[in-house]
Structures are given as structure tokens and as C-alpha cells.
């Protein structure tokens, strides 16, 4: 098995199995506008909303790694709890949730079984604080 390019809780992205092209990361930094006589607008920093981060891949499932790979992106997803994300490195992102999973199938076998999965996965990130996790 190739080195893996990341790994999202215990799913596992690598090069032969679900392997994403594109990752997009976005982070917004919040302003807060109070309108002034004679004066320019006052702005206020008021905090960082979530971070996102989208990734597009392609499955090849008859290749390697297996047709059930959306599949348990979905499982993992339902679990409805943040994810710890770590990098080809290593190095710990943070906690993330799943907000959505895309599939698209192309190429179909006899049968129906797709040559060719592509996917979406869209991620915010998890800041809620331990105490969030505990169940109460």
C-alpha cells in the first residue's frame, strides 16, 4: 500500500485507493463595521468563524481499495462526531467534521458496479472544546 496522502478519523487517503486532485482550504476572519459621523467606518475583529476544507477525488474500486470506499466516508460521517485529521506528515490538524459527501459513478461494468468513482467531501472544522465531546 502507498504512503497515505491523509487521514480523516480512521479513513485513509492514499494514491491507490481513494486518492483526492484538489483540496481547498478556506478560512474567513470576521469584521464588524460601526458607521461613524464625519469618519470612516470603525472596524472591530470579532473572532474567526470555522475553516473549511473540500476535497475531489477519483476511486478506481476495481484497482484497489474496493467499492465500499464511499461508503464508509458516509459511515464515518454518521457517527456525528468531529474526526481528528492528520496530514501525509503526521502532523495533527485539529478535529473535523464531515458536512457532506458527493459521489458521481461513471463507467459501469456488467452489472452495474462503477469503474470510476468520483467524490466530495466537505469539512469544517471542530472547535467546540473538549467538554463538548463528554457526553453529559
Not at 459527501?101 to 469539512?123: K, N, T, Y
Amino acid at each position: 500500500m502507498s504512503d497515505p496522502m491523509m487521514q480523516l478519523g480512521a479513513f485513509q487517503f492514499s494514491i491507490s485507493t481513494a486518492a483526492y486532485q484538489e483540496l481547498t482550504r478556506g478560512a474567513e476572519y470576521r469584521w464588524s463595521s460601526q458607521e461613524r459621523i464625519g469618519a470612516n467606518d470603525a472596524l472591530q475583529f470579532t473572532g474567526l468563524p470555522s475553516e473549511t476544507l473540500e476535497l475531489r477525488g477519483v476511486i478506481y474500486p476495481h484497482y484497489k481499495g474496493g467499492l465500499d470506499q464511499v461508503t464508509r466516508m458516509r459511515a464515518q460521517a454518521s457517527l456525528g462526531v468531529p474526526l481528528p485529521l492528520l496530514s501525509s506528515g503526521g502532523r495533527v490538524m485539529g478535529a473535523w467534521v464531515i458536512e457532506g459527501v458527493r459521489e458521481g459513478q461513471r463507467i459501469f461494468e456488467r452489472g452495474g458496479a462503477p469503474l470510476r468513482q468520483e467524490f466530495d467531501l466537505r469539512l469544517r472544522r471542530y472547535d467546540g472544546g473538549l467538554r463538548s465531546l463528554l457526553p453529559i
